[in-house]
């Protein structure tokens, strides 16, 4: 038998090492890698969604392959856009004990091809359809949606997302109930704005004095981890005497994670000023980012809150929680929907608007006083929705503020 030098086991090992590690992954394959290190915190972690910015040696990579280093596994990796930098996104699906920590080792190329889209967004022309695998998760209408009744065409509306579905398939938002045709499934839309002087209203369209409107579909795209896609929303102004006119340019990015025993999505919402006038959001205990919850709740009994603060339809109005959870029966279950509120948002914790007899509620930020959006400022706004089946938690909902508000720290490390 031939034995090797220590030299030749020495290029051995090294040869070899990747690809004990790795499968079939090889150097030459794989390219420059970094470690790094996921903290979980003060809170135990599952099913959070990680991101850090892009390592600046990656800057140009379009995909990236990461693998933990306890167990050898390839965790499905994905960038995104974010503002000028883009970051770097996954899933820790795997339990992770509050104050532990999870080493990975972060690569370029990979070795068995494009990951699968677990995440897929599809326009079908007037619609951008998003699913996590095979399930709909929801629909943002880019085409106008016309009101049932061809006498309140005022009605007519887009640039929102309905149907919303809950993960057993249940459509759990609502969409030109009789009570308040001007709601409309998940919207943002401010309800007094003052502009050149003159009061305008984007929220009840019947008053005719404005309206909020899809511009356009900027992108979309599926992936492993996420599937999302960024429209332009029009705000627009019809009190002036010369035509309407947008007084404000909104972008609506939307991320759908791929988790599909409870769906988990983010809207990020960015405000500027149209024209070189200031737009002012007048103060009123209403407007803002809002949902619509199912007819089948119509009414005191068949519908409830749940706060962060442990408050509900009864005392939660106006109060200043960090979340908000809306649930009620659908068919023979119970099912809900909650919306985490940033803490990065203006007025944090905003206030709500809680209604005690219609399925609805808004995070009011102009409850407090007026505020005024000034040209070549921004105004961005951002909340995470949760969509369940079965009855509210409130530690589930906690944990999942906790994650958005304070996530998993990573840093890049030496060596493992």
Known sequence: MKIRTIRQTLIYNLAVLPMILFGCLTVSEAGPGL????????????????????????????????????????????????????????????????????????????????????????????????????????????????APR???????????????????????????????????????????????????????????????E??????????????????????????KQSGPVTMLKETWRVRVYALDEQFLFDIRSTQKCATDQPVTIDKIHYGGMTVRGHADWHGADAYNYLTSEGKDKLNGNQSRPAWVEMYGRLGAETAGIAILDHPGNFRFPQPVRLHPTMPYFCFAVAALDPFTIEPGKTFVSRYRYYVHDGKPNAEQDQRLWEDYAQPPQVKIISAP
């Open 35 to 146: 470690y790094l290190e996921l903290a979980a915190g003060k809170q135990a972690r599952q099913n959070c969604v990680v991101s850090i910015p892009v390592p600046e040696i990656f800057k140009n990579q379009k995909h990236l392959t990461l693998f933990r280093l306890d167990n050898k596994r390839e965790i499905p990796v994905q960038i995104g856009q974010a503002g000028e930098q883009n970051e770097l996104v996954w899933i820790l699906r795997d339990p992770l004990a509050a104050g532990a920590t999870r080493k990975y080792q972060l690569l370029t190329g990979g070795a068995g091809g494009p990951q699968t889209e677990q995440v897929t967004v599809s326009d079908d022309g007037e619609h951008l359809n998003v699913k996590v695998a095979e399930k709909p998760v929801l629909t943002y209408n880019h085409a106008i949606v016309k």
């Open 150 to 212: 061809r006498d309140e065409a005022y009605y007519d509306k887009s640039g929102y997302i309905h149907p919303l579905y809950t993960p057993s398939g249940k459509v759990i938002s609502d969409d030109f109930n009789p009570d308040h045709a001007h709601q409309h499934g998940i919207m943002l839309s401010w309800r007094k704005i003052i502009f050149e002087g003159r009061e305008n209203n984007g929220w009840d369209q019947k008053s005719q004095l404005g309206k909020v």
């Open 214 to 239: 899809h511009n356009q579909v900027n992108s979309f795209s599926g992936g492993p981890v996420f599937g999302s896609f960024t429209t332009t929303i029009d705000h627009v102004d019809l009190t």
